[in-house]
């Protein structure tokens, strides 16, 4: 009955751009009202990537069939990608990092945080060349650091690692790069710190490159970074679905972790990491969850570095229910 998607989503215009579309097609997709024996469809965009083994595990463990769920699990092209695809209607819930929900939901799109998947830990590293004399945050001024997006999660922490460092964000030079070329780019010269993530990560460690801090410790350990949202008018119209894919994906998170054999058999079947790349990635830390006090804090941070305008008031984005 249920079903793992082969195509990516097909909607992957820059997430404003989708803005005036997305909000008059908002809701128009398969939706999961459509039962089947009893069970209701629903379609989930997931980042094939080791976090997402939730999505799958959920799947394949017969975890939302449990819930009397029928899903489609479509991947999808990354979290910011993935909302103007979620708000056209190509999904009815999907994955995506924290930032990229709350910068759109200041910027209008109608958005309800569902369930969490991973909080920031050990799977997140920032990484330098084997002979750099870069040891700590503080070293790291007048240099140039990779991330994947200046409007990520990613750089939140490092403005607040550099502010307990006694630095000024502008006193690094933060450029995006895709996580594939910043290893090369590394190697280069052509910058000095990359901000890895599982399998990213492993890949660095194993090209010799040195980890000099993890990027969630320190002031941003522990730090949400990302989950599964859905539109307003999906939540309002199926709560009951939206409560069951919370639970099933809060139980997938719970059996996977610390589990690390389970990872290795799961991860290499919806993604192109080998088994023995899976065997050396640090395991990330599941929770289904919504942690709001943190989640606030997160926003309220994307607001002091002027990633967003206004204050947003987390607790107004979350679906109910939510358990």
Request: proline share 6%.
């Amino acid at each position: 009955m249920s079903r793992i998607g082969t195509r990516p989503g097909t909607v992957l215009v820059p997430l404003f751009a989708a803005l005036t579309l997305g909000l008059t097609a908002c809701g128009e997709g398969t939706g999961a009202s459509a039962e089947e024996e009893g069970f209701t469809a629903v379609r989930i965009g997931y980042f094939p990537l080791v976090h997402t083994a939730t999505a799958v595990h959920a799947e394949q463990a017969g975890l939302f069939e449990a819930e009397d769920l029928d899903p489609e699990l479509v991947p999808t092209s990354g979290g910011a990608a993935a909302i103007p695809a979620l708000v056209s209607g190509d999904f009815d819930i999907t994955y995506t990092n924290y930032t990229s929900a709350l910068l759109a939901a200041e910027k209008g799109l109608p958005l309800q945080l569902v369930a969490g998947n991973d909080v920031g830990a050990t799977d997140h590293g920032v990484f330098v060349a084997a002979d750099s004399e870069l040891r700590a945050p503080a070293d790291l001024a007048g240099k140039t650091v990779a991330v994947n997006n200046l409007q990520n999660i990613g750089t939140v922490a490092f403005y607040e690692h550099l502010g307990a460092a006694g630095l000024d964000p502008r006193d690094v030079d933060l450029v995006e790069m895709p996580y594939p070329d910043m290893s090369a780019a590394l190697e280069r010269g052509e910058v000095d710190a990359v901000w890895q993530v599982e399998p990213f990560q492993a890949m660095a460690e194993q090209a010799g490159h040195r980890k000099i801090f993890d990027l969630f410790s320190g002031p941003v350990e522990e730090m949400p970074v990302a989950g599964w949202v859905t539109t307003q008018e999906f939540a309002e119209q199926n709560p009951e679905t939206v409560a069951a894919f919370a639970r099933a994906i809060t139980a997938s998170g719970e059996e996977l972790q610390d589990d690390q054999e389970q990872l290795v058999e799961l991860v290499p079947t919806y993604t192109q990491v080998s088994a023995e790349l899976a065997q050396d990635v640090e395991m990330p830390v599941f929770q289904g969850g919504l942690d709001l006090e943190k989640l606030q804090r997160t926003a309220d941070l994307m607001q002091q570095h002027g990633i967003t305008g206004d204050r947003l008031d987390v607790a107004d984005l979350v679906a109910e229910p939510v358990r």
